[in-house]
């Protein structure tokens, strides 16, 4: 899994044996270097020689996420005869699903991953699922009802990556989610434009600026945020360039006031948007690498009040790796031939069975 904070590549091992309870076996991260991050940021926006440059990383990345196979599993140990299949999501370079003809494309090819690793891959996960009319993302909700929810409690899954997703699970009720708006991705992007850090940890930055209220309004009143679900968002929509032209009409702001005021812009549009929803939630559980951010997470927490809030590891599945776990769960779901898109989260007119698989060559 690659998500959008661009960050790298995160590899799991998992072990399904007993239903409901995935056993996370080994986990690997490899991280991008600058230059294929740049890349990648680069291919996320239109630009000249796309189809030449999206072949090329295509195939390097390809060969980074079979590398980070290839070292996870020499980590874990695990004989290579026992792993069934490798799910990857791949890396997303544009994802419009609600244009006429909607699309989302991710790179790094399949072939490679088999070739390099010996091992049967799933990939293409987001595809059938647009076909089928839906948006295509968020794909995760499937597992976290799988796996966190409660017979007797309302839950809400909230996963912070490079942009941030929910997922309900009100007891008695079909799971339903979208993505919010931005997580990390708007923090992410300024730091590296004004400090050449990857991103600001614990939140210490911001916290040293202050929250300017119409900066925070203007950020709130994008389209985006108070869109109806279905919905699913990307670096399409929220990037450092249009941050940029938002920014010209607050010159007078210092760099850590806009940084403490992106932070609040993740914090109010995910638990505004939870608290929109007329559920009673008894728990919110973060995930992704955001939950990290200790100022991000006492402001959701203070923006919720009433609901619990802590994170997927103390209720049983690492919120670090959740995500990938999930990636590994749709191969599982694609091979048993079990559907892996829920509609009423995608909007997808049917279950449809996702992803393809690619074969290595035979011995
Ligand atoms: N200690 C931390 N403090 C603040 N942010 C963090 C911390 N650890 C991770 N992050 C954030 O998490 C991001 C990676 O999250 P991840 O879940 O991998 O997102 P994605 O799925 O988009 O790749 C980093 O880019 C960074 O913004
Ligand atoms: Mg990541």
């Not at 599993?73 to 799910?87: D, E, H, M």
């Not at 070739?115 to 968020?138: C, E, H, N, S, W």
């Not at 699970?169 to 919010?180: E, I, R, S």
């Not at 914090?267 to 559980?285: G, V």
Request: proline share 5%.
């Amino acid at each position: 899994m690659s998500g959008t904070s661009l960050d790298g590549i995160d590899a799991v091992l998992v072990d399904f044996a007993e239903e409901g309870k995935p056993v996370l076996v080994g986990s690997h991260s490899l991280p991008f270097s600058n230059s294929i991050r740049a890349e990648i940021a680069l291919l996320c926006q239109p630009g000249q020689n796309e189809i030449d440059r999206m072949g090329e990383l295509d195939r390097r990345l390809g060969q980074l996420f079979a590398q980070a196979t290839n070292e996870l599993i020499a980590k874990t140990s695990c004989p290579r005869a026992r792993i069934s299949a490798i799910g990857s999501h791949g890396q997303t370079i544009r994802h419009h699903p609600s244009r006429s003809s909607a699309f989302s494309i991710q790179i790094a090819d399949p072939n490679t991953i088999a070739y390099l690793t010996g091992l049967k891959t799933v990939a293409d996960f987001r595809r059938m699922d647009i076909a089928a009319g839906g948006q295509g993302a968020p794909l995760v909700p499937a597992f976290h009802d799988a796996v966190l929810r409660d017979r007797t409690e309302n839950r809400v899954i909230i996963n912070i990556g490079g942009m941030a997703n929910i997922t309900v699970l009100a007891t008695g009720q079909p799971v339903t989610g979208f993505d919010t708006g931005p997580g990390n991705v708007l923090m992410d992007s300024w730091i590296q434009h004004r400090q050449s850090r990857n991103y600001d940890e614990d939140g210490n930055w911001a916290a040293s600026g202050a929250c300017d209220i119409a900066l925070l309004d203007q950020l709130m009143s994008h389209p985006y945020i108070q869109a109806p679900a279905p919905k699913s968002t990307g670096r399409e929509s929220f990037h450092l360039e249009w941050l940029k032209g938002v920014l010209t009409a607050f010159t007078h702001l210092g760099d850590a006031d806009i940084q403490r005021t992106l932070l609040e812009f993740s914090a109010l549009s995910i638990a505004e948007t939870i608290n929109n929803l007329d559920i009673t939630f008894h728990r919110a559980l973060l995930c992704g690498g955001g939950s990290h951010n200790s100022l991000l997470r006492s402001r959701i927490a203070a923006l919720l009040p009433g609901i619990k809030v802590s994170t997927t590891t103390n209720f049983g599945i690492d919120a670090d790796w959740l995500e990938a776990m999930a990636f590994a769960w749709l191969a599982k779901q694609r091979i048993e031939g079990g559907t892996g898109n829920v509609t009423t989260v995608t909007g997808a007119a049917s279950p449809c069975i996702l992803g393809g698989v690619y074969l290595p060559p035979p011995n």
